[in-house]
């Protein structure tokens, strides 16, 4: 495997890289405190010899994104458009409160699972970023901020990338990089059932959110394709498998659209998924995606459909929405500025 940027090395890759050059392997501890303590811009100034430096340039990128365009909300949210090295398009999103600066991580450069609710699915998919074109996204906003919890729930599917995900985990844990305890990386999937069990396999250090959007069949194929694919009865049998093999408790995303997942009737559906599971859910209210058959419903709609879950003792929170007056709230990410 390949690749053009040397964050997407392993320690292990690029040892074995250096070695198969005749260069001492040892180096590449130092190299990675370049990269992800000191956060390093360029080759040059590195304290390695001079002939590393040069090969690591003729070899390598240290950079893969240049920033386009950088947009602050009126609630503190920032959205930074950049363009890769081939020059597709590829949104980051910093959401602060008074105790944490999380990022909100791209994985592919537009996304193909083509979601009725979300901007980016309407882009179609370019391709997917490599973990060093995702780790870049995570330090531009380190450069400014500390950043505390990473989501990757940006454009893309991330577990249809997850090689990449992987690694850009992975170095995200590693105490010799970024240590950041797995509790604070978090990776979303719209529904991939194989790359459920796979994330898990491959023991990647994370918590799992999963699209629920909607709770019975129907309505969720309509809204998401995947679930023509993996239905939600395998869905719900894969989120079974990840929460009885890990013993972690798996986060639900919940969509309130009018008419459509916002009644008696959906929370009643709802209630029958995860009061049975070690599930929380997270409801969003939908955010505008320029479809006049989505709404949001009302805040009568919104408060009684919040009360009945409630009332089962569902663990249920509202998600306030963040960066929607510079579009980048949860599916708006698309390159409108």
Known sequence: MSFSDIKSLTNAELRNFLAENGQKPYRAEQI??????????????????????????????????????????????????????????????????????????????????????????????????????????????????????????????????????????????????????????????????????????????????????????????????VNKSWALPELLEGIDNYIRKSDEWVTLEYILIKGKTCSPKAAADLIKIVKPRRCKVNAIVLNDCEDPNLQAPSQEEIDEFMRLVRSEAVQINIRNPRGRDIFAACGQLAMRL
Request: glycine share 6%; net charge neutral.
């Open 32 to 225: 990675r405190v370049w990269l992800y303590k000191n956060m390093a811009e360029s080759f040059e100034g590195m304290n390695v010899p001079k002939e590393l430096c040069e090969l690591l340039e003729k070899t390598f990128r240290i950079k893969s994104l240049t920033q386009e365009t950088r947009l602050e909300s009126s609630d503190g949210t920032v959205k930074w458009l950049y363009k890769t090295a081939d020059g597709l398009p590829v949104e980051t999103v910093m959401i602060p409160t008074e105790t944490r600066a999380s990022v909100c991580v791209s994985t592919q450069s537009g996304c193909a699972m083509g979601c009725a609710f979300c901007r980016t699915g309407k882009m179609g998919l370019n391709r997917s970023l490599e973990a060093g074109e995702i780790l870049e996204q995570i330090i531009n906003v380190w450069r400014i901020q500390t950043v505390t919890n990473v989501i990757f729930m940006g454009m893309g599917e991330p577990l249809m990338n997850l090689e990449s995900v992987h690694r850009a985990c992975e170095t995200l844990h590693d105490q010799k990089a970024f240590s950041m305890g797995k509790g604070r990386l978090t990776v979303s999937t719209s529904g991939v059932v194989p790359k459920i069990a796979e994330l898990l396999e491959r023991n990647t250090p994370c918590q799992l959110a999963v699209s629920l959007v909607a709770a019975d069949n129907e309505t969720r194929a309509s809204l998401m394709p």
